[in-house]
């Protein structure tokens, strides 16, 4: 098991005022895999110098350091570490940094607690290594190549986008090298999406995928918790042969299937 160590410090007249000083070190967290008989582990470092804590509003401010140590079977697939400052009910990420995957990941944002919409961040990573994504994930199996891209999210700037569909933007891209899954290419993809309390809207997709490309638009709106479901898929040159290679199970062979999915 981990450890932990903290102070706590509190005026006698005003209890709910706080000072906490804490140090916990590789607390763990398992994660079986009982299908495939494998285990992954979480090591999880948190430190504080001093965060002022207020009961009273809920709401906090000082520094929080945060490392975590990902591994499978024994061996260490990714470190991430996180610097952040807490301010009130907003969460300064200074800087995110992970190595592992066969790459790199770094990022920076904030984000507000009583106000999501308000957020805005980064993240990217850099040569991520498909066989290292299988050790993290083995749902992936079959998956290859490297990939590098970025996730970016904020609210709605309408001076550049007059015509988006929400108050809060979210946008990625994903370059591909040699990347393929049991066989079917995997190329470059991008896309916007917008949402709100409401209502998410995927206003662009694009993927290269099996030699063709794929576009989607997607509505998504909750009535009463119950979502309601609007898509739209085209189709250009996707390989029949491809996809059908793709979703046979693992080693069995298929004859050729010509024709492409327009």
Same mark, same amino acid.
């Given at each position: 098991g981990g450890q932990t160590r903290a102070s706590v410090r509190f005026p006698i007249d005003a209890?709910?005022?706080?000072?906490?000083v804490a140090n916990a070190a590789a607390w763990p967290l398992e994660l079986a895999d009982h299908q495939r008989h494998q285990t992954r582990n979480v090591l999880l470092w948190a430190q504080t110098r001093g965060i002022d804590v207020d009961l009273k509003h809920l709401t906090a401010a000082g520094p929080l350091g945060l490392h975590a140590n990902i591994a499978r079977n024994d061996q260490t697939v990714?470190?991430?570490?996180?610097?952040?400052?807490?301010?009130?009910?907003?969460?300064?990420?200074?800087?995110?940094?992970?190595?592992?995957?066969?790459?790199?990941i770094e990022g920076d944002g904030y984000i507000y607690l009583d106000a999501p919409l308000q957020s805005a961040g980064r993240v990217?990573?850099?040569?991520?290594?498909? +066989?290292? &994504?299988? /050790?993290?994930? @083995?749902?992936? %199996?079959?998956?290859?190549?490297?990939?590098?891209?970025?996730?970016?999210?904020?609210?709605?700037?309408?001076?550049?986008?007059?015509?988006?569909?929400?108050?809060?933007?979210?946008?990625?891209?994903?370059?591909?090298?040699?990347?393929?899954?049991?066989?079917?290419?995997?190329?470059?993809?991008?896309?916007?999406?917008?949402?709100?309390?409401?209502?998410?809207?995927?206003?662009?997709?694009?993927?290269n995928l099996a030699g063709g490309t794929l576009k989607a638009w997607t509505r998504v709106t909750w009535y009463h918790q119950d979502p309601f479901v609007h898509t739209n898929l085209q189709f250009n040159n996707l390989s029949l042969? +491809?996809? &059908?290679? /793709?979703?046979? @199970?693992?080693? %069995?062979?298929?004859?050729?299937?010509?024709g492409l999915i327009s």
């Open positions: 209890p709910r005022q706080m000072h906490v990714a470190n991430i570490s996180i610097d952040s400052e807490i301010l009130g009910k907003r969460i300064d990420l200074k800087s995110i940094k992970g190595d592992g995957l066969g790459g790199t990217d990573w850099q040569n991520i290594d498909a +066989q290292s &994504v299988i /050790a993290l994930a @083995p749902f992936t %199996q079959g998956l290859a190549g490297r990939y590098t891209g970025s996730l970016r999210f904020s609210p709605t700037d309408k001076q550049l986008e007059p015509d988006a569909t929400g108050p809060f933007s979210i946008s990625g891209s994903i370059t591909s090298t040699k990347g393929n899954w049991h066989g079917m290419a995997i190329g470059d993809a991008s896309f916007i999406a917008h949402l709100d309390d409401q209502r998410a809207v995927l206003d662009q997709l694009k993927w042969d +491809q996809i &059908v290679g /793709a979703a046979r @199970p693992a080693g %069995q062979s298929h004859k050729p299937v010509p």
